[in-house]
């Protein structure tokens, strides 16, 4: 069990630095939302998230 939440934290940070270097404060932002409003059972927050997610990925397509 403490191996599979060690690999679980890694991935978590690597997805993070990723955004972070990518996409700036924004991508976290939009990162943080969604996984707050997954953990509370929000679907605004969630969704709100998903959408800062989107528009950064699309961004350069619009």
Request: no cysteine; net charge positive; hydrophobic share 60%.
């Amino acid at each position: 069990m403490p191996a599979l939440a060690l690999l679980a934290a890694v991935f978590v940070v690597g997805v993070e630095q990723t955004l972070q270097w990518k996409y700036g404060a924004s991508g976290i932002i939009g990162m943080l939302l969604l996984t707050i409003g997954i953990k509370a059972k929000n679907p605004a927050i969630s969704s709100t998230g998903a959408v800062v997610l989107a528009l950064l990925v699309a961004g350069p397509a619009l």
